[in-house]
């Protein structure tokens, strides 16, 4: 496949909408962790915070801007100026704007309730052009726009960009899209905007954030929003770690300026942070991501690792594992025996022996490969003293 040279940017949120998690919160320490990680992995901007949502939050926002890392800092804010002023205090290099767009969130929201749309792009215009005369970067987002009037939703945008808007978002708040909607709808608002930079920023309701993601990056979306495991509101936000493998993998598009090997660690530092433990069948960092028990499977991977898996593991930081159980077959037996513990000559017979008992005691318990190797010796030691 013919790469194409085009960049698409990464905005991560985790930091924001991240610990939007049930039961998140980042301390200080932790938030500076995970900014400094995600500068390691190359990112291109990293949502540190909503600073008008307290003093501490407009400190570690503040800290974090003081590190000296190559992304560049945004932060959230309403369509207001003090929210400005508190990014522009905050020493961020841009602000995230959101404005609810959608009937029922300006029905939902009472000091919304009734707002003439015209209102809406009149506020939005006002704090886009503020932002710029603040030298800030402006991202700006119509919440819940997917469930919008999409010619409204043009119209505001249009209305931003001439004031300065830096990128427009694709602001899927509940998850209404499917991959083909994305694809249709970044393609048309890219083709009606005149090619303005567009964003996503996505959730995963019904598990396709990814996918959405994907759509639209193969419909030309100039950036992606994403966390870390995908933490975020509800369900969850697209994974940085997933929509990174799948776009390089699957698309003409890459990620070249982003580190993959670091994404297990970061996996890993999310977790212990967060308290929120994945699944293991987590693609691309989950313990599952590599791992093969089946005999005649496993068997193939030794001979072609291209054979079950979609990409070498050493991309994201992690490595292949053979899982010990009732399905496991005799190459792998003698791979483990060979490779960890270097037992260099191994019959026939007593091979066949390990994996006989392997698979009876790996049907009621799972095994690790010093479990192989006890009943290896086991068997060896009976075979002595007959």
């Given at each position: 496949?013919?790469?194409?040279?085009?960049?698409?940017?990464?905005?991560?949120?985790?930091?924001?909408?991240?610990?939007?998690t049930?039961?998140?919160?980042?301390?200080?320490?932790?938030?500076?962790?995970?900014?400094?990680?995600?500068?390691?992995?190359?990112?291109d901007?990293?949502?540190?915070?909503?600073?008008?949502?307290?003093?501490?939050?407009f400190?570690?926002?503040?800290?974090?801007?003081s590190?000296?890392?190559?992304?560049?800092?945004?932060?959230?804010?309403r369509?207001?100026k003090?929210?400005?002023?508190l990014?522009?205090?905050?020493?961020?290099?841009?602000?995230?704007?959101?404005?609810?767009?959608?009937e029922i969130?300006?029905?939902?929201?009472s000091n919304?309730?009734?707002?003439e749309?015209?209102k809406?792009?009149?506020?939005?215009i006002?704090?886009?052009?503020?932002a710029?005369?603040?030298?800030l970067?402006?991202a700006f987002?119509?919440?819940?726009?997917?469930?919008?009037?999409?010619?409204?939703?043009?119209?505001?945008?249009k209305?931003?960009?001439?004031?300065g808007?830096?990128?427009?978002?694709?602001?899927?708040?509940?998850?209404?899209?499917?991959?083909v909607?994305t694809?249709?709808?970044?393609?048309?608002?890219?083709e009606?905007?005149?090619?303005?930079?567009?964003?996503?920023?996505?959730?995963?309701d019904?598990?396709?954030?990814t996918?959405n993601?994907?759509?639209a990056?193969m419909?030309?979306?100039?950036?992606?929003?994403?966390?870390?495991?995908?933490l975020?509101?509800?369900?969850?936000?697209?994974?940085?770690?997933?929509?990174?493998?799948a776009?390089?993998?699957?698309?003409?598009?890459?990620?070249?300026?982003?580190?993959?090997h670091?994404?297990?660690?970061?996996?890993?530092?999310?977790i212990k942070?967060?308290?929120?433990?994945?699944?293991?069948l987590?693609?691309?960092?989950?313990e599952?991501a590599?791992?093969?028990?089946s005999g005649?499977?496993?068997?193939?991977?030794?001979?072609?690792?291209k054979?079950?898996?979609?990409?070498?593991?050493?991309?994201?930081?992690?490595?292949?594992?053979?899982?010990?159980?009732?399905?496991t077959?005799?190459n792998?037996?003698?791979?483990?025996?060979?490779?960890t513990?270097h037992?260099?000559?191994?019959?026939?017979?007593?091979?066949q022996?390990?994996?006989?008992?392997?698979?009876?005691?790996?049907?009621?318990?799972?095994l690790?490969?010093?479990?192989?190797?006890?009943?290896?010796?086991?068997?060896?030691?009976?075979?002595?003293?007959?």
């Amino acid at each position: 496949m013919i790469k194409s040279d085009k960049k698409i940017a990464i905005m991560d949120n985790t930091l924001r909408e991240g610990e939007q998690t049930a039961g998140v919160a980042f301390s200080k320490e932790e938030k500076i962790d995970i900014a400094l990680k995600l500068d390691q992995a190359g990112v291109d901007y990293i949502e540190a915070g909503f600073p008008a949502v307290s003093e501490q939050e407009f400190n570690i926002i503040k800290k974090v801007n003081s590190l000296g890392i190559k992304a560049k800092i945004m932060a959230l804010a309403r369509t207001s100026k003090a929210d400005v002023d508190l990014v522009y205090e905050a020493g961020c290099h841009g602000v995230t704007f959101f404005i609810p767009t959608s009937e029922i969130l300006l029905k939902a929201k009472s000091n919304m309730s009734g707002i003439e749309p015209q209102k809406l792009i009149e506020s939005s215009i006002e704090a886009v052009d503020y932002a710029k005369r603040r030298n800030l970067y402006v991202a700006f987002g119509a919440e819940d726009s997917t469930r919008t009037d999409f010619e409204f939703i043009l119209r505001m945008y249009k209305a931003v960009i001439d004031a300065g808007a830096d990128i427009v978002a694709v602001v899927d708040t509940v998850s209404r899209l499917t991959p083909v909607d994305t694809y249709n709808m970044v393609k048309e608002m890219k083709e009606r905007l005149g090619g303005a930079p567009i964003s996503t920023h996505l959730h995963n309701d019904f598990g396709m954030a990814t996918a959405n993601t994907v759509s639209a990056v193969m419909a030309g979306a100039d950036q992606i929003q994403t966390t870390i495991n995908g933490l975020g509101e509800r369900a969850g936000s697209p994974s940085l770690q997933e929509c990174v493998m799948a776009v390089k993998e699957l698309t003409e598009y890459d990620f070249n300026h982003i580190n993959t090997h670091i994404f297990k660690e970061l996996s890993n530092m999310i977790i212990k942070y967060s308290g929120v433990n994945f699944s293991p069948l987590m693609p691309i960092v989950g313990e599952n991501a590599f791992s093969h028990e089946s005999g005649l499977h496993a068997s193939a991977v030794l001979n072609d690792p291209k054979s079950y898996e979609p990409f070498s593991p050493d991309l994201v930081g992690t490595q292949t594992k053979f899982i010990i159980g009732k399905h496991t077959g005799k190459n792998i037996v003698k791979h483990i025996l060979e490779k960890t513990f270097h037992i260099d000559e191994i019959s026939q017979e007593m091979l066949q022996s390990v994996v006989k008992e392997v698979k009876v005691k790996g049907s009621s318990a799972r095994l690790n490969y010093d479990d192989v190797f006890k009943i290896y010796s086991d068997i060896k030691r009976r075979n002595e003293n007959v």
